[in-house]
């Protein structure tokens, strides 16, 4: 009689199988019978790899291999040509598992089988730098590489012509590529957290921009091309070294969530006033010398909005925060 572990892999119709958070150290080769498989979820085990066998799982479209000791993937991962999500967070990986994206000599016909791949999950790894072959994945939507140890992002990562969410919060980065400006569709981008002393021109060029987060970096100013992110809407500078916005930010017309908490900001440019959707502004924590002084701008702020007093009292969804 077979042990009811391996009974369970002669179920040949099972679509979803979810065993996370168990004691498992490997996968059985018996999983190539699962034929039929389509979300496989082995999250918070202990798995180290996978069966060669599993290019078996022809269907797999979501793998869920989060907090396992994952340091590689089979040949036979390139196999699964219809795998669109994979998690590999809290992996320990110090680079992209082989062969999903070839470290280096990247070899096209390998990278090529895995193109359905939209989303991809490699956050909170020891990960030091995200290689240009990633610029490979011409489908993927979702990149989430954040709390690693990047140093550097390839050029070549305007190959991810789809891209619309790159989180790179929480890593070792000193600049940024003038390439991301060609990641036309991306419309959320984080990187907080760095130890950025510079922000590229070609940020402008993200037309569809809806979400920035450049907090806790090394920032002393922005790019006066930030003024042409007309689909921003929320922007946030925290914990920088800016004594000043550039003029253009008034550009920036339908941001509601605007938060520049812990700079060196003196006052605000007049432009800003043009910023008519505005509903939350955090300026706490900057260097204005005297509550009047921020009481007056404010007044203009809100007179070039055409608000009177009595309708921004009434706003309880408008917050302004600023320390005296």
Known sequence: MEPPEQQLFNCQALRKLSIPDNDLSSLPTSIASLVNLRELDISKNGIQDFPENIKCC????????????????PDGFTQLLNLTQLYLNDAFLEFLPLPIIVYSFPQPEVLEQIQ???????????????????????QLVYLDVSKNRIETVDLDISGCEGLEDLLLSSNMLQQLPDSIG???????????????????????????????????????????????????RTLAVDENFLPELPREIGSCKNVTVMSLRSNKLEFLPDE???????RVLNLSDNRYSSQHFIFSQFMNFFFNLNFSFEVFIKMHFSKIYFKS
């Not at 022809?58 to 993937?73: D, F, G, H, Q």
């Not at 922000?199 to 006066?224: M, T």
């Open 272 to 278: 800003i006033g043009q910023m008519q959707k505005l």
């Open 58 to 73: 022809k269907c797999l479209t979501i793998i869920e291999a989060s907090v396992n000791p994952v340091s590689k993937l």
């Open 116 to 138: 359905n791949l939209k989303e991809l999950w490699m956050d909170n790894n020891s990960l030091q730098v995200l290689p240009g072959s990633i610029g490979k994945l011409k």
């Open 182 to 232: 060609l990641l036309k569709r991306l419309t959320t981008l984080k990187v907080d957290d760095n130890q950025l002393t510079i922000l590229p021109n070609a940020i402008g060029n993200l037309s569809l921009l809806e979400e920035f987060d450049c907090s806790c970096n090394e920032l002393e100013s922005l790019p006066s091309t930030i003024g042409y992110l007309h689909n921003l």
